[in-house]
């Protein structure tokens, strides 16, 4: 019996730790061909966005180039606390 916990409790707690794991990280690539705009095209060709964790947080890079040929490289890191984050790079606007 004491076995059988011990095992049900060692189970519960990998779980929890898959749970509690930030699915937002990745690499993110946009598709212009599937994103759906109201009445619009859209002025992005192509965007590709890197989100890693960081020193408690998330360091995300966006790099991409919009429809007039501008290009798109940001860099910004961010700690979950909820205060805002300055990003730098070219093509924010």
Do not use: C, Q
Not at 17 to 40: E, Q, R
Not at 44 to 50: E, G
Request: aromatic share 6%.
């Amino acid at each position: 019996m004491k076995s059988a916990l011990t095992i049900a409790f060692a189970v519960l707690a990998m779980a929890s730790i898959g749970w509690g794991a930030d699915n937002t990280l990745g690499t993110w690539k946009f598709n212009p061909g599937k994103s759906k705009l109201s009445g619009v095209s859209s002025p992005i060709t192509s965007l590709t966005v890197m989100r890693e964790a960081a020193n408690g947080g998330v360091r995300i890079t966006a790099k991409g180039e919009r429809t007039a040929g501008s290009k798109i490289d940001t860099v910004t890191a961010a700690k979950y606390d909820g205060k805002e984050v300055a990003v730098t790079g070219t093509g924010l606007t």
